[in-house]
């Protein structure tokens, strides 16, 4: 549309044409976008494009014809247009301007207005008004403004040549100055906005703003005004303002967030280095953890090794000594009479203790250390019951006490250690003679869901609650006469219950001091 006023003298005559007879450019202006209005000197509405006028406006021809323009036209906007038509010369060209015209709902609406002046044959004078309709980009002018200044970020426009166009109120607070002390000054003067570090990278900008591609963003430390060191984030882009394209800086304050990463930088440092040290302190503590486990490793096996070279060493003499002794008593070696039979029978005893308590210790250590194994086999265990009541039996009549067997009604197979399931019922029907004198001793097998169950009852001296805690201690033994009267080494419970651990079974005992005392262990079935 532009193009057909270049020329105002051609443009006057043409109009001229279109009042006076021509319906031919008024199709013409009807299929335009622009908004073509003819007026008068007291700019009266001599003619208007209707269907663009009712597209941009909404108003019908009656409301516009004879009507003046001023009514349309915002109040501020008419002191700009009457500036125009006063410097106006005829033929010459005249700057464009924004106003707003009202549409029928009361709306402001923004349009660039164009005025040409021309006169018609009678010489009056005429306006012709080009006005595009500019509300769309006002809009987005409008919210790019609002976005502007309500940025938290502070936004600097430049041109191509580096010259501040514009700031918005961030820029204002952060570098704590004026709007007119950057309106118009090239950037680089400000040494707060553009410190010599970041040079190369506006240079960049410049450079890369003619082909719209910009560098990345980079961080930097501005010192401002107060000497106040802050870290920002600038980055680039290019913005249209109105006709102009812009270069749009923006400085992010990331001053906080570089504080907490300076401080997560120093705090994992530290962290790594505390770790470090920490895994050395670990690394020394488990090795010498190690050496420590190693020792004792050695000296367990040793201890094992030791034990069992040692019985064996222990048992050979004493084997010959009570080997030797009974032939001596047989009276192998001629007739001896009764203090010496005596003494040699002494000597037999002790001899036999010594057996017990070697193989006892001996057991024990193989049970600590882990080298005792279980010959498991199914077996009768009437058989074994009945072989250990044989065993005791005499001993029994002679100490005239009863000797009970109960629940062995029928043949029962148990899966055990054969060996050890006597040694355990040797061990507790012994004691149980030991510390009784009269009464009953009752042996009571008993087959449960899970569990085989042995108890082995007496009626002798009974065990105090106090001594309860020491009973199944290595070499301990109830500190009383009566016990210290008794062969014993202290060994034998704590043996014993090893072996009934060693089956997954428990051993406990309840006990009253006096009455007598009773032992129970179990052999788990599976
Ligand atoms: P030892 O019988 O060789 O002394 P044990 O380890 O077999 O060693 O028993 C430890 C101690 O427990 C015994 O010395 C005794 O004081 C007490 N004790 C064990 N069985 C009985 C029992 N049936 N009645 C009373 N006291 C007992």
Redesign the pocket.
């Known amino acids: 549309m532009n193009q057909d006023f270049k020329n105002p003298e051609r443009s006057n005559r043409i109009i001229d044409e279109i009042i006076e007879k021509t319906e031919f450019f008024k199709i013409i202006f009807e299929s335009l976008k622009d908004l073509i209005v003819i007026l008068d000197r007291d700019l009266k509405i001599l003619y208007f494009n209707s269907d663009v006028l009712k597209n941009n406006l909404n108003y019908g021809n009656k409301e516009i014809v004879g009507r003046n323009l001023r009514t349309f036209i915002y109040n501020k906007d008419i002191e700009k247009i009457n500036n125009i038509i006063n410097k106006t010369t005829s033929n010459s060209k005249h700057p464009i301007t924004e106003i707003r015209l009202k549409d029928l709902n009361q709306n402001w609406i923004w349009f660039d207005l164009k005025i040409i002046e021309m006169q018609d044959k009678k010489t009056n004078i005429l306006y012709l008004f080009i006005l595009k309709n500019i509300s769309e980009m006002k809009n987005a002018e409008e919210k790019y403004k609002n976005l502007f200044e309500s940025s938290p970020n502070a936004i600097i426009l430049l041109n191509f040549s580096g010259i501040i166009i514009d700031v918005n109120l961030t820029t204002i607070k952060l570098f704590g100055q004026k709007k007119q002390d950057f309106i118009y000054k090239p950037i680089h003067i400000f040494t707060d906005l553009y410190p010599s570090e970041i040079k190369p990278f506006f240079k960049q900008i410049f450079k890369a703003a003619f082909k719209g591609i910009f560098p990345e963003p980079i961080e930097a430390q501005l010192k401002l005004n107060n000497n106040r060191l802050i870290w920002v984030l600038i980055q680039a882009s290019l913005v249209k303002v109105r006709q102009s394209v812009l270069i749009q800086i923006i400085y992010q304050d990331i001053t906080e967030k570089k504080k907490i990463q300076l401080l997560e930088k120093k705090f994992k440092e530290q962290l790594e280095l505390e770790v470090e040290e920490r895994t050395k302190k670990l690394n020394h503590a488990l090795k010498e953890q190690k050496l420590y486990l190693d020792q004792i490793l050695r000296s367990s096996q040793f201890k094992t090794e030791f034990m069992s070279t040692m019985s064996h060493e222990l048992r050979t003499p004493l084997n010959a000594i009570i080997g030797f002794t009974e032939l001596l008593l047989e009276g192998a070696y001629g007739e001896l009479h009764s203090e010496q039979k005596e003494v040699l029978n002494d000597i037999i005893s002790s001899a036999e203790h010594q057996f017990d308590m070697i193989k006892n210790i001996l057991d024990i250590s193989k049970i600590e250390a882990g080298h005792l194994k279980l010959n498991k086999s199914t077996f009768v265990i009437n058989n074994i019951i009945n072989q250990v009541y044989s065993i005791f039996k005499p001993t029994i009549d002679k100490k005239n006490i009863q000797f009970l067997l109960h629940g062995l009604d029928k043949q029962y197979e148990i899966l055990a250690d054969p060996i050890r399931v006597k040694e355990i019922l040797l ?1 507790l029907v012994s ?2 003679i ?3 004198e009269k009464g009953t001793i009752d042996i009571r097998f008993k087959e449960k869901d899970k569990k085989w169950m042995f108890k082995i009852k ?1 009626t ?4 105090d609650q106090k ?1 309860f805690n020491i ?1 199944f201690k290595e070499f ?3 500190d009383s006469d009566y ?1 210290r009267s ?1 062969p ?7 043996l ?1 219950k090893r072996l009934v651990n060693l089956h997954g079974g428990v051993l406990w005992f309840k ?1 009253e001091l006096g009455k007598g ?1 009773t ?1 129970t262990f179990t052999i788990p079935r599976n």
Do not use: C, E, H, Q
């Open positions: 061990n004691n149980a030991k510390f009784t007496d002798g001296i009974g065990i001594d009973i301990k033994r109830v016990v008794k014993g080494t202290g060994l034998g419970l704590s014993t006990s005392t032992f």
